[in-house]
């Protein structure tokens, strides 16, 4: 489908889940997340204000550097890896096809 990228997203139990992600709607991995009811808060509504989002980044796409925001909030949350990043911070695009992230535990 045109407009569209596959995205792979982990949950917190391992179950794997391959969505299909529009790419024209300028949406980031945590609305896509909560679109599918996949255990993602997203308490700040995507302003990179809390780590409700965190996700690692398992696959090797090029992403954007973080800004001083996710780090900041990446600095105070939990299980904070190298490949750690805020979803609410990735833009849904076509060079993301075949992205595979693992929500990060809670706590």
Request: net charge negative; with cysteine.
């Amino acid at each position: 489908m045109e407009n569209t990228i596959k995205v792979i997203v982990i949950d917190r139990n391992d179950e794997r889940h391959e969505i299909e992600a529009p790419t024209d709607m300028n949406m980031n991995m945590m609305e896509l997340c909560k679109s599918y009811e996949l255990p993602v808060e997203g308490t700040c509504g995507g302003m990179a204000m809390c780590a409700s989002c965190h996700m690692y980044v398992l696959s090797a796409h090029d992403l954007p550097e973080r800004s001083d925001d996710e780090e900041d909030m990446l600095d105070e949350a939990f299980n904070v890896e190298d490949n750690s990043r805020l979803g609410c911070q990735i833009r849904l695009e076509d060079s993301l096809n075949d992205i595979e992230v693992k929500l990060a535990p809670v706590g």
